[in-house]
Structures are given as structure tokens and as C-alpha cells.
């Protein structure tokens, strides 16, 4: 499944931020002891932030909200529209016809939307995190 890829994704990154810590450790002066305390300030927040994306791509939106959301997609047009009839009778038919349109597109589009914003990572919507654009360019090796 999709999780089990996340889950070892994740790993290969704390592996990553393990070796780049054993790096950074102070020894014999090679790095100040300030610039390794700052770099293993980073790294702690790297790892919180690792752990937090983890978690909303494996939680996600509660089955519940969604299951809400969709049986409002099929049941309310059969009491919205009866209720629209009954209520706007002497105005004319195609109000009646558009409100209901507008009402299950409305319900629609926040399904969709619930779908997207789920994943912040499917490079599907406009508003997706572009992961292209934090990748390191391997420097030029020097001369």
C-alpha cells in the first residue's frame, strides 16, 4: 500500500538527518562548538517537521467528515429542490433548476477540494507543495 512507501520514505530521511547530524558533531575543532549547537537546532526542527508531514499524510481527513460530506451530495437535492418547488412556486421554473445546480456543484467542488488539500504532495492542484523545487543541485567539483 501507498502508507508502507511513506513509512520507508520517512526512514531514509531520518537516516539522512542522522548521518548529516554525525557530521556536524563538534570534533577537535573542525566545527565550532556554536555552529554544531545551531546545526543541531536545524536538524531537531528538520525532524519536526518531518514527523508532522508524516502525520497528516497518514491521517488525513476523518472517514466521517467525508462520509458526511458525500451523503449530502445524494440526499440533499431530493429535500432541497421539493423544498425549493414548494417554496418558489409563482417564480419562474428556471431559478428552481439553477439554485439546484448551484447547490450540488457547490457540494461537489468541496468534495473534490477535500480530495486535494488531503494531499499536499499529489502535484494535482495549483496549490500543491512543489517538491522539485527543494532539490539541491550537486555543486561542480573544484579544480
Given at each position: 500500500?501507498?502508507?508502507?512507501?511513506g513509512?520507508?520514505?520517512?526512514?531514509?530521511?531520518?537516516?539522512?538527518?542522522?548521518?548529516?547530524?554525525a557530521?556536524?558533531a563538534?570534533?577537535?575543532?573542525?566545527?565550532?562548538?556554536?555552529?554544531?549547537?545551531?546545526?543541531g537546532?536545524?536538524?531537531q526542527?528538520?525532524?519536526?517537521?518531518?514527523?508532522?508531514l508524516?502525520?497528516?499524510?497518514?491521517?488525513?481527513?476523518p472517514?466521517?467528515?467525508?462520509?458526511?460530506l458525500?451523503?449530502?451530495?445524494?440526499?440533499?437535492?431530493?429535500?432541497?429542490?421539493?423544498?425549493?418547488?414548494?417554496?418558489?412556486?409563482?417564480?419562474?421554473?428556471?431559478?428552481?433548476?439553477?439554485?439546484?445546480?448551484?447547490?450540488?456543484?457547490?457540494?461537489?467542488?468541496?468534495?473534490?477540494?477535500?480530495?486535494?488539500?488531503?494531499?499536499?504532495?499529489?502535484?494535482?492542484?495549483?496549490d500543491?507543495?512543489?517538491?522539485?523545487?527543494?532539490?539541491?543541485a550537486?555543486?561542480?567539483?573544484?579544480?
Amino acid at each position: 500500500m501507498n502508507d508502507a512507501v511513506g513509512c520507508t520514505d520517512i526512514r531514509n530521511d531520518h537516516s539522512t538527518v542522522v548521518n548529516v547530524y554525525a557530521v556536524s558533531a563538534p570534533r577537535e575543532g573542525a566545527v565550532s562548538s556554536s555552529a554544531s549547537l545551531k546545526l543541531g537546532r536545524f536538524i531537531q526542527d528538520i525532524q519536526e517537521s518531518i514527523e508532522c508531514l508524516n502525520g497528516i499524510k497518514i491521517h488525513g481527513t476523518p472517514i466521517s467528515l467525508r462520509a458526511y460530506l458525500l451523503l449530502s451530495l445524494y440526499i440533499l437535492p431530493f429535500i432541497f429542490t421539493p423544498n425549493l418547488v414548494y417554496n418558489l412556486h409563482d417564480d419562474p421554473r428556471w431559478l428552481i433548476y439553477l439554485l439546484s445546480a448551484i447547490n450540488g456543484f457547490v457540494l461537489m467542488f468541496l468534495y473534490n477540494l477535500q480530495a486535494l488539500l488531503e494531499n499536499p504532495f499529489g502535484q494535482m492542484g495549483l496549490d500543491d507543495i512543489k517538491l522539485s523545487e527543494f532539490e539541491f543541485a550537486d555543486p561542480a567539483p573544484s579544480p
